[in-house]
């Protein structure tokens, strides 16, 4: 059960995009929410549905989610397939939990960049009154330390074989037992890589794939409902 914050007549909202940085700015937010006494809440937005994220962007999502499970964070939000402009999607959200200040982190290599040219921050404001936008200056030097080394996620399936081991496949079947997004390793003619799906309490999980089969223990229930 989460703690009733104290002044619930302030409400933070940190906006993440990708990369990084996103954790800074989160943890810059719970400091900020700790001072006040405040409920926080953080913010996603992406034109893609969450099933096409790449396996880089779907690694920073799940580790910022834990993040905000660990900062007791009141929510973590993800605006996928967002078609309305980022503004747009930001203002609905900061309307909907009476947020009274923002936080967005200041990059020249994230979706954010136009901020440091005033526009976005003129739009945001016109967009809502009385709210204080704060533009976090991050460390443009702060990159990514894992390299691109999957392809494109699709939509796969895990089944039992005849040997008891779960295989992959991409067609719908009766058989599946699990359904989630797998992502293959860049240069390899085989189905190797990495197959990640959401288990039946909401939490993302992943396994190994090395030429169709699962390589290390399933532990999680299956997700496909019969």
Excluded at 191 to 215: L, P, R, S, Y
Aim: charged content about 30%.
């Amino acid at each position: 059960m989460k703690k009733i914050r104290g002044r619930m007549d302030e409400s933070i909202l940190v906006c993440v995009y990708y990369g990084p940085n996103g954790e800074r700015l989160i943890k810059r937010g719970h400091k900020l929410s700790q001072i006040m006494d405040c409920p926080l809440y953080v913010l996603t937005v992406d034109t893609l549905p969450y099933d096409e994220f790449d396996a880089e962007k779907s690694g920073y999502i799940d580790s910022w989610k834990e993040l905000c499970e660990d900062l007791d964070v009141e929510e973590f939000i993800i605006r996928d397939n967002e078609k309305r402009s980022s503004v747009k999607a930001i203002a609905e959200v900061a309307h909907n939990h009476n947020i009274t200040q923002i936080i967005i982190g200041q990059s020249p290599q994230n979706r954010w960049e136009e901020i440091t040219k005033g526009s976005f921050v003129n739009v945001l404001l016109r967009e809502m009154s009385f709210i204080d936008i704060h533009i976090v200056s991050i460390d443009r030097t702060l990159k990514s330390t894992e390299d691109m080394t999957f392809e494109k996620g699709v939509r796969g399936f895990l089944q039992k074989d005849e040997n008891d081991n779960y295989r992959l496949t991409f067609a719908r079947s009766k058989d599946n037992l699990y359904e989630g997004i797998f992502y293959k390793e860049i240069g390899t003619d085989f189905n190797n890589g990495v197959f990640k799906f959401i288990n039946n309490k909401g939490k993302t999980c992943q396994v190994h794939v090395t030429e169709d089969i699962i390589t290390g223990k399933l532990t999680d229930p299956p997700n496909v409902k019969k």
